[in-house]
């Protein structure tokens, strides 16, 4: 049985990390992009939620008043599908590859 040495010099110290660098970031500019529209659908669907509460009338709380705007298609439904839709291009941005 024979050991092997090796012999370094002081002139081979750090010449293994001496490949250049490549970049590292799993997400792109295509991902940002995607993640930016994501985003942008959320703040809509949460914006088009926002009104008068069920016992408001002109900002003031009334008890003897009934709103029904609560109910209106805006916000039962087309503000939660615009959150739904953008949490979906939310996860598209995250697994989508470079």
Known sequence: ???KTT???ASDFGKENETPAENTFYFGAQNYKWMLIGLAFI???FLLMMGA???TVDGKFDPNAWNDDIFSIRRIRIAPLFI???FAVEVYAILKRK
């Open 1 to 3: 049985m024979s050991k």
């Open 43 to 45: 703040v809509v669907g």
């Open 7 to 9: 012999k370094f010099s």
């Open 84 to 86: 739904v839709i953008g």
């Open 53 to 55: 509460d069920a016992n």
